[in-house]
């Protein structure tokens, strides 16, 4: 796995690049694309219309796509490890978040191409991804997203907050083009009910075109949460940069995305025995750990100090997390 550079990089460069952006102007921007985002109709043009809208979208989204992605890519990594992507196909990856995740995920340069349909992102994304020797050479090309897209042999494929701007006929044409063309397709989605439904209609997907489902679940058998009582959703830290603060209207140095998401592929991978579905709760000589299991089922267990090295592995775990620890038994 890479460290943190990456991630440093990105927010020293976004804070490069946006320098000089007024920030009523720019929180402007922002409250105009929450509302379009938030909307229940999909659009037919493309949300980021202008440099201005752009570098609002950066400030405020790029941070937490990057941070929930990075996650998502993790999880899978760890179901494949020695595997690393030689090409990376991108849809509607906008300013490149998805990019910077993968480069933070996975060592060394590979080929790499993002789709969008706003020229303004692909055209901000291309001077970010200057600053990452990886990335330098990463293709930038405008697509429409739908049943007319087509897409050349890839080994992964990112897809992070899109389904939702699509139509549901456009949302199955993109899942069943990513799965033609890939070896591994990881789906980002918003930590809401309608990102988990979202995403769960893609792992249907997917699991019809014959691949497995490497994370977060530890089966690829029908999701045990209930529709309509609950929802699978995970949560990453985001570090605040000063214009990221100032665009939200937000004091804390950190904010927590929450975020759904499925990776799935058609190499051989080893999912994990159980999940952590809910962040553990740690009490006075235990921890109560939420998981989702490979029977499956969803299953609290209880860790106590009897259990001795598991107890410290079950006080250090977090939401999303793998359970057992490797060199640990299930209790």
Known sequence: MNDAAPAETLRRTLADVLDGLPPRQAAQ????????????????APILRDRADVAAYAAYRMPATFEAVRAALAAFADTVPGWAPERHTDLGGGTGAATWAAAATWDGAREVTVLDWAEPALAL????????????????????????????????????????ELTGADRAALVDAAAAAARAVV???????????????????????GFRIAAPCPHGDTCPIVPGEDWCHFSARVSRSSLHRQVKGGSLAYEDEKFSYVAATRLPAGPAPARAVRKPQIRKG???????????ALRRVTVTKRHGDLYKAARDAAWGDAWPPAHAEEP
């Open 187 to 209: 789906i980002v989605e918003a930590g809401t009910p309608d990102g988990y439904a979202r995403v769960i209609e893609a792992r249907g997907r997917l699991l019809d075109a």
């Open 125 to 164: 994304g291309r001077e970010l991804a200057a600053a990452h020797p990886a990335l330098r050479d990463t293709r930038w090309q405008r697509a429409r997203l739908g049943a007319a897209l087509t897409l050349d042999a890839t080994d992964l494929i990112t897809v992070s907050y899109v389904l939702n």
């Open 286 to 296: 235990q921890v109560l750990l939420d998981l989702c299991e490979t029977e499956p």
């Open 29 to 44: 921007a922002v409250d105009r694309l929450i509302a379009t985002y938030r909307g229940a109709t999909p659009t037919d």
